[in-house]
């Protein structure tokens, strides 16, 4: 009884101290480094570029087929940024049960 009460303590403690650690990594954009255009790859700066000029067009006089086709550039572009960016990520869940693997084997 004591040792789940334990477990779920912990549980509830380590959730709730996880989003304000992200929301303090989030909103100081100074330790970022993408944010430097020094390190952007040629590659990425020219879907960037892409994606400024699509944001500034007028949209007004265009057909719905064009926007459409615009829509899915977007799309495409914002994909493969974000796949272009190499790193692990884990989830809420997974970092739970790593927790609690953790736990129960040591």
Known sequence: MKKSTLY???LIMSISFFPSTMTAAASNPSNTPATAPSEVPAHVQVQLDRLK??????????????????RKEVKVIK??????????????GAIIIIVLLLILLL
């Open 53 to 70: 000029e699509i944001k500034a067009m007028d949209k007004s006089d265009m057909t719905s087929s064009e926007k459409k086709a615009l």
């Open 79 to 92: 994909s493969s940024l974000r796949d272009s960016k190499n790193g692990i990520y884990l989830s809420i």
């Open 8 to 10: 779920l303590l912990m």
